[in-house]
T-cell receptor
Framework: GQNIDQPTEMTATEGAIVQINCTYQ??????LFWYQQHAGEAPTFLSY????GLEEKGRFSSFLSRSKGYSYLLLKELQMKDSASYLC??????????????FGSGTQLTVLP | DAGVIQSPRHEVTEMGQEVTLRCKPI?????LFWYRQTMMRGLELLIY????????DSGMPEDRFSAKMPNASFSTLKIQPSEPRDSAVYFC????????????FGPGTRLTVT
């Protein structure tokens, strides 16, 4: 099975940088995903890491260390619209099947003016 | 592209009634996933299909839940009989199995069982 841990809540100021950490324990690891979910809406894909290192995508970056079972999502130049829940998800795959995701509980980020 | 379509968006029903949730995946996507989200348990995978075939239903809570995918463009999740603890938001997601790694979520169905 999978065990995924991330902080429940975080608060940051508009324009600042925030790092949301995620640790996991899993078998059959096949990728680490970050999704954003605004209140009352569906999760939307932010980033994906399958190899160690940093992936940058505009204001958002994601880092993965497979040996440590650790990932983080870095949000720069925070905007009010970034207030949302950020879900860490571990991918696993069995032969001939699609990648299956197991989600963490999510980190509720509040951006203050 | 219309994205993943789910219906109804909201459902309120009484305990003991049958509930059917519907999903139309993105055209060309081979995999379809049903999730349930609650405050207590977060986002949980219930079942997923590849090429219309159920692959893993270990997340289905109990026999009251069943899911079907009769063709590539339609899936249903049925709860019979429904109970108050089934109240949650149910999401359907789809992805292209062979090359894609992103799952695209539908808007969800908010189910309330009284």
């Amino acid at each position: 099975g999978q065990n995924i841990d991330q902080p429940t809540e975080m608060t940051a100021t508009e324009g600042a940088i925030v790092q949301i950490n995620c640790t996991y324990q899993t078998s059959g690891f096949n990728g680490l995903f970050w999704y954003q979910q605004h209140a009352g809406e569906a999760p939307t894909f932010l980033s994906y890491n399958v190899l160690d290192g940093l992936e940058e995508k505009g204001r958002f970056s994601s880092f993965l260390s497979r040996s440590k079972g650790y990932s983080y999502l870095l949000l720069k130049e925070l905007q009010m619209k970034d207030s949302a829940s950020y879900l860490c998800a571990v991918g696993t795959i069995s032969s001939g099947s699609a990648r299956q995701l197991t989600f963490g509980s999510g980190t509720q980020l509040t951006v203050l003016p | 592209d219309a994205g993943v379509i789910q219906s109804p968006r909201h459902e309120v029903t009484e305990m003991g009634q049958e509930v059917t949730l519907r999903c139309k995946p993105i055209s060309g996507h081979n995999s379809l996933f049903w999730y349930r989200q609650t405050m207590m348990r977060g986002l949980e995978l219930l079942i997923y299909f590849n090429n219309n075939v159920p692959i893993d239903d270990s997340g289905m809570p109990e026999d009251r839940f069943s899911a079907k995918m009769p063709n590539a463009s339609f899936s249903t999740l049925k709860i019979q009989p429904s109970e108050p603890r089934d109240s949650a938001v149910y999401f359907c997601a789809s992805s292209p199995m062979t090359s894609g790694h992103e799952q695209y979520f539908g808007p969800g169905t908010r189910l309330t069982v009284t």
